[in-house]
């Protein structure tokens, strides 16, 4: 019951934070600003889910890949934010280049 | 291959889906006004974020596991997208 | 669920030929690629659509769940992608190397191997 | 000696896990709230963190926890010596970037 | 057995034909007519007693029973006649030709389409198969196309040769329709099967189409009016071409057939009305052609085309007395008219000129030409007592018989005296009237092999003419053949002084009198000649090009749009035209929504799709495309398809990766079209998209039987050892098709690599 | 089994081999070569053993019928792969010389044999999805081979073909999925069986016109047939002759198949149309071609008007109508090889193949003259060629079945296919070469070219001749289209068979 | 211009993809999977080398050559294909090993199907290499 209870709370709490990423990259004025939100709430909101999920079925399967997705993400979310940044970063610097000449 | 399908209100999946479903909108919203690259390609990744979180509740309404296959395969190859995105992003500027 | 599916799928081919009716040569990919999706969530709902009951056997009556979702059309579709995968990739390569070779978009343009003069 | 060594790299790993998932349940509550509230307090900009010395392995450990936790994010590895990294709430760009060195590299250089 | 051996004999003359340019001196230029000549003695003394003795003889092997095609041969009276005349004449021509052509590059070649010739129309005259008779039929059009075409590097040769082609082809069309349809009719093949099935046929529904179908062929190979303009025409080949084909034999073809259909079709009102009429105008208009040319050949060609009209005329009326003038008729014309036109090629090749209005005292140069000219000639004008007399005289003693006597007789009277003028002109003039011109300083003869040819047969129409019991035998057999049923003949020159006799006298003073004023007559024929079916030929040939060329233009625009645009629009009216016609659209199913981020992920599809038909960006398409992927995984995965969602997933991902290494090498994304068009293309693929949703409604609904995947999902783990159905189906139950599926995607792997790795010649092209 | 295995089997093997060598040229040509040979063979005994037992049946992993997929020869596919087999031998060989050590690189002998693998493929399978499988094997290869120089007018032509094909192919997966969606099977002869039980449901007719329209556009129907002249001059001729050969008739067989097995009971409904259809091909056709002045076009467009006539001894649907429209097929998939493989010859004397620009080739190379003449009057159905006897049983089912008009139409075309094939003649052969060609001097052709050209027309001529051999086979083939009860009983008794074995493991 | 960052993480990422193409390669005839898909992630791990190293990386010695991976795979089908066939059955007929007990695997049962599947994985893979190569490392002009 307690786990049902909690498993619920992370469910949807989970789905929340997949919402704030959302109205996130949708409010906020730029797009570092953006890349915050969708980069932490994206992935928080899913391995919330995945812990949820590990909580009310207890399989060793769930389990191995809940953790596998959350490692993952959190392995690679930051490197693809740091990718998308970077190259954001060369493009203004290449745009300011080409006005300047 | 199909494990018990857990104990869990109906409602509560429910609301899950309403909720993502808005999330999913308000990404696809930033998907489609951009205004540059670099915003779409976040938008993409978090709609592949919400469709992740998709396929764990799919886990739960089902009791297929497998769903969560689904969910990792995602998890790589958004990762491969998005890497790819930036590359493209870096290399547009070199080109005429 | 079939209503919306079945619009999404007119919508998706009406899309597809529109764009393959464009001149610009870029369209085209955009519309075969259209069109594709189109025929195979077509052929994937033509079998029936089935919520959260994949066809897998399982250990215990060696069967799939009763109800489940009808194989066939999946594994059809599946077949089908892969070949549209293909083709679109090769498609893509055409339109690119053919826009090298003519150096135009404009597939009206593409009118020399077969008008009469 | 060499198992005393592990012990105490367990025990940092374990503390490093602690600080990491605090951090990151932090920074969501933060982002949540940068997102729903009024963005009054926000101040985005960019900081750069001194990585000289750095192994490639603690390098991304310092990107992904800087990442990760409230209110920065690592862009780019300029000249493998600074970490260049945007955050929401610049106040002052080199203080931050002290603070942030003093809070991370210590422990990822204890761990990696 | 007989008439295979006089069938291979011909065929070796092809053979040797091919090596006939060798044998072009002294005794070897008999080497190249052997064969034909052999052949003629077989037809004469070995084939005519046994066919005057048994009535035919005849042959049959099997051949294509599955078609009821069989080489049924058989030789009867009427067969006869024309084997005579191929071998014979053809024997004669081809000597004459080894003359002729001495010398000329490409003797070989004509010697072998003479060849050809003789073999298809001495099939002709033993065929009873229809098909057979058929084949043979076409074969002579091909080899005259080849023959008129002989000096190939002249435009108009080739024009006429074409011409004379397209006419006779259309002819043979027909006449292969009317042939089936007399078989549908009859149920039997046999030529000679069907004079005793005529009441059948007569009675049938089909008769009127039968009948008209085998005139066409007849008449058009026959130079019928309105399908006369040809023959003229194909006076570009060469003269012993001219000789043989148009005078001789292959024209004879038409009127052959018309003697073979005359027991089958013949004797009622309407075969009557139309060989007569027909008949009539050709004979004037063949006539009144002649009288305006000057070339001695195209003279001869007007009167060609006038004996035919006659014989037709003649065969149209179809009792016994016109049948046997009309034998008589054709088988002196047939010796004189070859005789005319080796003269003719004779003076051409010695002058080098045909116009009558230069020519003139030949004789002193050419004085065997010249005898054997005017023998034949004198025959031609129908004098006595010469061959083409007895023709005359039939002739006019059938038409006094027939029901409107009078104007059928005026008409042959007026028709024998121009061709008498004719003879004049063509014949008598060019070698005793006076040269107008001074003539080549050596004028001398032709060689002996030019000469003997015109000399025997100028010769054989007197010696008939004088002593016609010498033919009985071969116009009675050959008369028995034509009526169906047996009947005995006797020739005679003199039948005392009657009617046919003074109108006789009356052709001859008439034709004088066109020969006195024959300055007028062709100053008044050239005033009003009126375009005729020759123009009209033209026109619709014309007229077919460019309507080709305009419709080609019309449906192979070179636009892409157009043409699916007609693709699409066909195949939605198709369909919507089925739908519509048997109810369709009653019973769709229309069922609920039950999932709310399904219809999130549906509307996000549709709005990305839009967006990527409307996106000038082609990034923004990209995305929007990658969207559209992902939601269709979602569906995929939503309907428990997780292996599709899986590959879905990955597959578009790798295509937008796979487009992202190229998205700005690719074109722009413009918009070209106006609006007109975009708004037509939008109301066609619209429709075509509300019709593809319909059908997927309706798929919905109506389901019939069980599913094999029912029978596919029970074997699958215990018999296949796979839980997971659907990629058991794909490496297992189905793995053809995903061996198929392999080998596309490598051919694609290499069609991509081939397409990247450099571009050949594209580049030179470029600068074109 | 193993020979129909086989004739799928040989074309993959050697495609590997190629792909495997292509940067050895000349092992590669001998692979290619010997590979099609092999094929041939391969076809031979798979004819042989048809006519032993009417049908060779292998089900796809032994799995009974309607379940696994079903490869099936009976007479009509055996004939097919047996014509495909000639065709293959003759192109590769001709491909000797044609094809340059460049293309070679490119893989042509593997793609060459990919897509005799897909014909073959299309021509044995007995699933309509599997069908579909090898139509896109069949197409890719296509497309790949006819870009393969990269030339600007390939690309062109390749892209509108490209486009054409894919929409059918769309179509023809989109009428595949209804069709299962209706009636739960993907067996040919399954299908056959059931909708026999119910043959009058909506969406059938509704699959049964998208299959249509899809064929259709394989086998450049009117109106759909813009794909194949804007593209079909444009490669190497070898490549065209491939083409020309086998391509459209794969759309065709598919045709006849589809309507004689499991919409047979549908056909009275398609019948009209497939009249017109047919009657308004062969017009356009042949009018295009009227309208031409390039030997390649004019060649191209009268395979459209050819495919009329095959489509009309479909339409007509008597035993002698469709034995006509076999008897048609074969014939033309030779004698259309045979032009296109000589156009290249003319193109190697002449080098152009614009009938304005070349001439005179009756005097310079009087063998080609004869050469070009068998299959150019086959064509215009002048007997006694094989064409000829095409045409005769063709147009006499067509009285027999009082369709006048169309045999009207029929006749007609007949004599402008001979205008067109006349007027090759003339302008290429008869008329006098233009004074800027005098001078040039023709380029070597190797005996290679050559000896495919003059066996195949002597094949032409043999079945001119002798045709009552091949006759004797197009009726057995027809008759067994139009009886299909043998063909699923033979595909379906299989399956219970097997299904006992399989229930009693 | 490589970054830093993500050379790292593909160094420990691909062999992590790679590897878990090949569980679903395997565990494609019960679980979700298959050759397609084990084919494909195998391809991303491949491309995530390539888009940190750059395209230099393909030139180096054990890089997959495409054209031998698609002439393998394809084999590799026809192979399990004439298996059946050596056996007496028809082509493309599974053959089964009898299962086997391996420690952490579990039972593992070996089939001619499984072959042909690894067939599809290699075939797919080097269709994705030769493809992505040609569309990435040539300039089409
Ligand atoms: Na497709
Ligand atoms: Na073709």
Partial sequence: MILTILASFLLISGSLFGLIAAIGILRMPDLYCRMHAATKAGAFGTSLMVVGLILIMPELRVFIQGLLIIIFFYLTAPVAAHMIGRANLLREKGEADSSET | MFSEIPQLPEAVILICRIILGIALFLSGWRLFIGPSLGDRIVALELVAALMMSNFILQVLSSGFISYLDIALALAVISFLGTVAFARYMENRRQLP | MNLIIAVLIGLLFASGLFCILRRSLMKLVVGIILLSQGANLLVFSAGGLVNDKPAFATADTLLPPAGHADPLPQALVLTAIVIGFGLVVFSLSLLLRAHAATGTDDINAFDQTDRLS | ?112 | MLIVLIMAVLASGTALATTGKRWQHGWQCFLVPAPAAVSFLLVTFAAMPEVIRQGSIAYTAKWIPQLDVELALRLNGLGLLLLILVTGIGALILLYAVGYMKGHPQATRLFLLLYLFMFSMAGLAIADHMLLFFIFWELTSISSYFLIGFQHKEQSARQNALQALIVTGLGGMALMAGFILIAQVTGTWNLSELPALSGQIQTDALYVPILILVLLGAFTKSAQFPFHFWLPNAMSAPTPVSAYLHSATMVKAGIFLLFLMLPVLGGTGLWTWLLTIAGAITLLTGGAFGLVQHDLKKILAGTTVAVLGLLTLLLGIGTERDVLAALVFLFGHALYKATLFMVAGSVDHETGTRDTRILGGLYRGMPWTAVAATLAAFSKMGLPPFFGFLGKEYTYKASLESEYQWLLTTILIVGNAIILALAFKAAILPFWRKAIHPLPEKLHDVPWSMRLGPILMAGLGIAIGTFPFLIDPLISSAKSAAMGYSVQTEIKLWHGLNLPLILSALTLSAGLCIIVSREWVENMLRNVTIPGPAKVYDILMDGMVRFAIWQTRLLQSGQLRNYLLIIVGVTTALISFKLWRFGGISDLSLRGINSPELVVITVLMAIATLLAVTTQSRLTALIALGLVGFGVAWIFAYFSAPDLAITQILVETLTVVLFAWVVYKLPQLRTLSSRRTIITDAVVSGAAGILITILVLKSQTLQLGSSISKTLSEWSLPEAYGANVVNVILVDFRAIDTWGEVCVVTIAAIGVWALASGNGNSKDRKSK | MIWLLATILVPFASALACLLTSKRPHLNRILGVSGAMLLLASSILLLMTVLKSDFVIMQGGSWAAPFGITMIADMFSALMVLITGIVAAAVSVYSLQDIDDGLVRRHYFALFHFLLMGVNGAFLTGDLFNLYVWFEVMLIASFVLITLEGKHDQLEGGVKYLVINLVSSILFLSGVGLLYGKIGTLNMADIAARLAESPDALLLKSSAMLLLVAFAIKSAMFPFFFWLPASYHTPRLAIAALFAGLLTKVGVYALIRSYTLFFSTHFGEIQDILIVLAAATMITGVLGAAAQYDIKKILSFHIISQIGYMVMGLAIGSVLALAGAIFYILHHIVVKTNLFLIAGLIVRHRGSSDLKRIGGLYRMAPYLSLLFIVPAFSLGGIPPLSGFWAKFTVIKAGLDGGHYLLVGAALAVGILTLYSMTKIWAEAFWKEAPEDLKETSPQLIRASSVIPCVVLAAITVTLGIYSAPLFELAFTASEQLLNPEAYIEVVLNQAQHHESIAFNN | MNSTILNITARYLSPVIFLLSLIVLYRGHNYPGGGFIGGLLAVSACLLVVLARGWEVTESKWWPDSITLLVTGLAVTAVSGILGVLAGEAFLTGLWLPALDVPLLGKVKLGTPLLFDLGVYLAVMGFSLKCASALGQEDWS
């Fill in chain 4, 1 to 112: 000696m060499k198992a005393s060594r592990l012990i105490t790299r367990i025990l940092y790993t374990l503390e490093f896990t602690g600080f990491y998932l605090f951090e990151v349940v932090a920074s969501n509550l933060r982002v949540a709230r940068d997102v729903l509230l009024p963005a009054g307090r926000m101040n985005p900009g960019f900081v750069r963190v001194n990585v000289e010395g750095m192994s490639e392995r603690q390098l991304l450990a310092l990107a992904n926890l800087i990442t990760m936790t409230p209110g920065t994010l690592s862009l780019d590895i300029i000249d493998g010596k600074e970490l260049l990294v945007h955050s929401l709430y610049v106040e002052d760009a080199l203080k931050d970037a002290k603070d942030l060195e003093e809070t991370f590299k210590e422990r990822i250089c204890r761990v990696f």
